[in-house]
């Protein structure tokens, strides 16, 4: 049973423009939430996280949105650039990712297209 | 070092052998994790270090499957009588305590491995 899902294996978006990529968790425990890049033959790489007490966090062009009561966020990268097409990972945490580790989505590949 | 280093970074073997690998984490990072990604999947946590404690072992996939980690610093995963199902990219990463809010974890570039 998937506890967290991305839904969107790929998407594509035109360079300048917003890209949004959704998640989805059903654990109601979770309580940090986490996006990865990656890019191919690299390991992944930390972009931006949001602690359940709150419902945005903002890092440049990067924007982490939480909603809480539909156990749904989801990141926003504007403008959308050719270095942001990478593979997108959500990741969610009851335990500070320690013992119990993160649990992570399958992965959204963005295309950025010129 | 400079970043957490795994090696090797691609190994192939044959159904049946043991495999092992090996996980630099970053100086001082006290917290080293195991995940492996399996064709198409997402990240699956395997398991923690915190320091030179001793692990949780419930998330490793078998009883095939073991960690070590020596001096509170390089860990070693091994898999023993490998199995195809066993072919994913086998990823290491550290941080200091379990502090992800801000930082997340730094993961290493991992090791394909690929069971024949």
């Known amino acids: 049973d998937q506890q967290v899902k991305q839904n969107s294996p790929s998407l594509s978006v035109q360079e300048g423009r917003i890209s949004i990529l959704n998640c989805d968790y059903t654990?109601?425990?979770?309580?940090?939430f986490l996006w990865y890049k990656k890019y191919p033959a690299e390991g992944p790489t930390f972009l931006i996280s949001?602690?359940?007490?709150?419902d945005k966090n903002e890092d440049g062009r990067f924007t982490v949105f939480l909603n809480k009561s539909a156990k749904h966020l989801s990141l926003h990268i504007v403008p959308s650039q050719p270095g942001d097409s990478a593979v997108y990972f959500c990741?969610?945490?009851?335990?500070?990712?320690?013992?119990?580790?993160?649990?992570f989505g399958k992965g959204t590949h963005l295309i950025i297209q010129p | 070092g400079a970043g957490v280093s795994q090696s090797p970074s691609n190994k192939v073997t044959e159904k049946g052998k043991d495999v092992e690998l090996r996980c630099d984490p970053i100086?001082?990072?006290?917290?080293l994790y195991w995940y492996r990604q399996s064709l198409g999947q997402g990240l699956e946590f395997l398991i923690y270090?915190?320091?030179?404690?001793?692990?949780?072992k419930s998330g490793l996939p078998s009883d095939r499957f073991s960690a070590e980690r020596t001096g509170g610093s390089v860990s070693t995963l091994t898999i023993q009588r490998t199995q195809q199902e066993d072919s994913a990219v086998y990823l290491c990463?550290?941080?200091?305590?379990?502090?992800?809010?801000?930082?997340?974890?730094?993961f290493g570039s991992g090791t394909r491995l690929t069971v024949v």
């Open positions: 990463a550290s941080s200091y305590g379990t502090a992800t809010l801000n930082y997340g974890y730094t």
């Open positions: 654990n109601s425990m979770f309580d940090y």
């Open positions: 949001i602690s359940s007490i709150k």
């Open positions: 990741a969610a945490s009851n335990s500070g990712g320690g013992a119990d580790g993160l649990t």
């Open positions: 100086s001082g990072h006290t917290a």
């Open positions: 270090f915190q320091g030179n404690s001793a692990p949780d």
